[in-house]
């Protein structure tokens, strides 16, 4: 089995060959794969410990609105001085203990507020959805990528000491006047740009291991090490296909339809306001005699209980014609809203799915090419077992087939991240990386 062969089985993740250059083949360090670090940053994400406040902050200011058509017992006393007549302001005769009840029946008004507020509570749970798909797209490409880094990185390793070879070749050939002058400095630059591509994806490698701690919650001293084998991100799902479970399965939409159910309710509320309102009231008051309030009366009954119910009957309200065309207005927005919102998922997700092929076909031309280096590579072997070649030619051979690596697993990396983003717009992404 080639070189080539193995990376399309194991799809760009041969970190393992890097881990000698790391230090990290110790008996500390964490063996992980893709699915374990998708799971350690669900467990571990702040983000979603915030979506999911949120959503029992929502829940708590729909219950707010609820507690109207709830019963509400309220208790209170307290001490006026009177001159004349000896009434409470506001609030009856001066009681010792008074008791009062009250519970909203029918109010419209109040009611569609409470199931407005219902709706876009779903809003709130929605988004912990969109909040889990993040953070599994944000670890899953994380993780590639680190993947990607360290066999980069392998690779560039095995440049310099070919690049080595090469310039020591050269150096000689100069001194034995069979070269340029300037070969020896190209050769010298290909080993000084082999070199800082080498440190350039070391400190890549710390930065992706620094978020690969972060984001999974394992201790920043224990070592990462990525595996090997993984499932295969391939949608192999069709561009209406796409598209249709890119409407269906899409965050904003779903919340611009909680918003217009809300809008609707508000809507329905106001037309409704025109009719009475009806709430049930109660009141026990244990009375005072205290500024011979008992003497204003022929008689004095200390206890007093009192039920029934408040009847508001709307003779003439401006405000309620006015909410009335407010609410529509609104309702005609969010109607208005959620169709283009429809229209755009629909025209982004095709889009997204145009792009994922194009960057297969640049995949695939890259595998392709790696290819023909690799077969190139073989030729000179061979030619250099006849006498036909020298060892400068196989190492520079080796080293184009190593920049042709380098283009295959970025253009693997790339496709990788496109197939992640159509699984996330279809709601596919917990089923992949979940299983």
Do not use: C
């Not at 929502?58 to 000896?86: C, H, K, M, S, W």
């Not at 972060?214 to 391939?234: H, N, R, Y």
């Not at 998922?345 to 960057?359: D, I, Y």
């Amino acid at each position: 089995m080639n070189r080539l062969h193995q990376s399309l089985v194991v799809a760009l993740l041969m970190a393992a060959a890097a881990a000698p250059l790391y230090g990290q083949t110790n008996e500390n360090a964490h063996a992980l794969t893709l699915r374990e670090a998708v799971t350690l940053a669900l467990q571990n994400s702040r983000d979603l410990r915030l979506a999911r406040v949120e959503y029992t902050v929502a829940q708590n200011e729909a219950r707010v609105d609820r507690a109207a058509f709830l019963p509400n017992v309220y208790t209170g006393g307290g001490y006026i001085y009177t001159y004349g007549f000896p009434a409470v302001p506001g609030a009856g005769p001066p009681a010792v203990f008074q008791l009062d009840y009250t519970q909203s029946l029918f109010n419209p008004l109040l009611k569609g507020q409470q199931r407005a507020a219902e709706d876009r509570a779903k809003s709130q749970m929605v988004e912990i959805e969109h909040t889990r798909d993040q953070v599994m797209v944000r670890a899953a490409s994380t993780y590639l990528e680190l993947a990607e880094v360290r066999h980069l990185a392998s690779l560039s390793s095995s440049d310099e000491a070919s690049a080595e070879k090469v310039l020591e070749v050269t150096r000689e050939r100069v001194a034995a006047n069979q070269e340029l002058p300037i070969e020896e400095t190209k050769a010298e630059l290909t080993l000084a740009r082999i070199r800082e591509r080498l440190l350039k994806l070391q400190d890549r490698d710390d930065s992706l291991t620094l978020q690969m701690h972060d984001v999974t919650g394992i201790p920043d001293d224990q070592a990462i090490e990525v595996e090997t084998e993984e499932p295969s991100l391939g949608s192999g799902m069709q561009q209406a296909e796409i598209a249709d479970l890119a409407v269906e399965n899409d965050r904003s939409i779903q919340e611009a339809e909680d918003e217009r159910a809300a809008r609707q309710h508000l809507l329905r509320a106001a037309h409704l306001s025109y009719w009475p309102t009806v709430d049930l009231v109660g009141q026990y008051s244990v009375l005072s005699r205290i500024n011979n309030y008992d003497q204003y009366y022929n008689k004095f009954q200390r206890n007093n209980f009192n039920i029934g119910i408040e009847i508001s009957i709307p003779l003439f309200a401006a405000k309620t014609s006015a909410n009335v065309a407010l609410a529509k207005s609104q309702l005609n927005e969010a109607e208005l809203a959620l169709s283009n919102r429809r229209q755009e998922v629909r025209l982004e997700a095709r889009q997204t799915s145009r792009e994922s092929k194009e960057l297969q076909a640049s995949r695939e031309v890259a595998r392709l090419d790696l290819k023909v280096a690799q077969q190139t590579l073989e030729i000179v072997q061979a030619e250099l077992d006849e006498g036909k070649a020298t060892l400068r030619d196989v190492e520079q051979s080796r080293l184009e087939e190593s920049d042709k690596w380098t283009t295959f697993l970025d253009a693997d990396l790339a496709w990788q991240k496109s197939q992640l983003q159509i699984l996330q717009a279809t709601g596919q992404l917990a089923k992949v990386l979940q299983q």
